[in-house]
């Protein structure tokens, strides 16, 4: 493998030739640019055919952090699940290109991973918030079937109010609005619409560290490629995802469930499971 500079300008340059193209056999160069004297690109040069000898060669191509990961995801999407690469490429383009993703990828080291990973925990919620639905409101109305037969004005399970009175044609009450006598319903529905609204504008640490562990990946590769010098994002620190405990019955409710379901045809699936510990799929291939 030979070298060799030259001088174009103010600015020394250095060029070699490496292996041909894996797949077309076309002619492959590495350059070299920017040098102030011939010293400094020889010098420069003789350290990246060393780096090359070594498998550690890295291009001189300002890829940028955006494009490297979408090049990267459609190289090794026939490698892994679809829903893997759906979920990286979510990931991708939620939580890294629009911080880091102009930025080029020999820039990226272990603190700016860090930095991005404490924006997303305290910044990084993007998804669509549940909106509010527009509550229609209901009113009586004559509802009569293709045979004629009278049907109830509003049985529907969507509506927030219901009635099941077949009214006449000259009721008063078709078309005016439908007393609600359940309130509880509709408070429950803005109890939980209140919840909604005070999500947290951070992302969850699981799903930060998944960010991380695709990245990890996708640098692993980019360090093989010869995108990158080493996998930087060995130096960061993800997030520490707590452990969140299961709800679990006490003796007593336990004790009280078998008690009141002692009549049910399913009781003694019940206590098989209750004094088995058997999984799910397992108790459904018992009942069957």
């Known amino acids: 493998m030979k070298g060799r500079v030259y001088k174009r300008g103010e600015s020394w340059y250095y060029r070699f030739d490496i292996e041909p193209d894996p797949l077309t056999g076309k002619r492959r160069q590495v350059n070299g640019s920017g040098y102030r004297t011939e010293r400094e690109a020889w010098k420069e040069c003789r350290a990246a055919m060393a780096d090359h000898e070594r498998g550690r060669l890295v291009s001189s191509s300002r890829r940028k952090v955006g494009d490297a990961l979408n090049e990267w995801l459609t190289r090794i999407e ?14 991708a383009a939620y939580y890294v290109v629009p911080y880091i993703g102009q930025r080029d990828v020999q820039e990226i080291n272990g603190a700016v991973c860090d930095a991005l990973y404490a924006k997303l925990l ?10 509010k639905r527009l509550r229609m409101q209901a009113v009586h109305t004559r509802r009569i079937a293709p045979d004629g037969r009278e049907m109830p004005c509003r049985p529907y399970s969507y509506d927030t109010v219901r009635c099941y009175r077949k009214h006449a044609a000259n009721d008063p009450l078709i078309g005016k609005p439908i007393e609600s006598k359940k309130l509880g319903q509709r408070a429950a529905e803005d109890a939980r619409e ?6 947290s504008p951070g992302l969850e640490p699981k799903t930060v560290v998944n960010t991380h562990r695709m990245l990890h990946r996708a640098w692993a590769d980019f ?17 520490r ?13 336990l004790q009280t469930f078998l008690q009141r379901s002692r009549s049910d045809r399913f009781f003694a699936l019940w206590v098989l499971e209750a004094t088995s510990g058997m999984r799910r799929c397992e108790l459904g291939g018992r009942a069957a």
């Open 122 to 131: 305290a910044e990084g919620r993007v998804k669509a918030r549940p909106k």
């Open 78 to 91: 026939h490698s892994i699940k679809p829903s893997m690469v759906q979920n990286w490429r979510n990931y």
């Open 194 to 199: 209140a919840v909604q609204r005070k999500l």
């Open 223 to 239: 360090a093989v490629w010869g995108w990158a010098k080493r996998n930087v994002v060995s130096d960061a620190h993800p997030p």
């Open 241 to 253: 995802v707590p452990r969140k405990g299961r709800k679990v019955w006490t003796v007593a409710q």
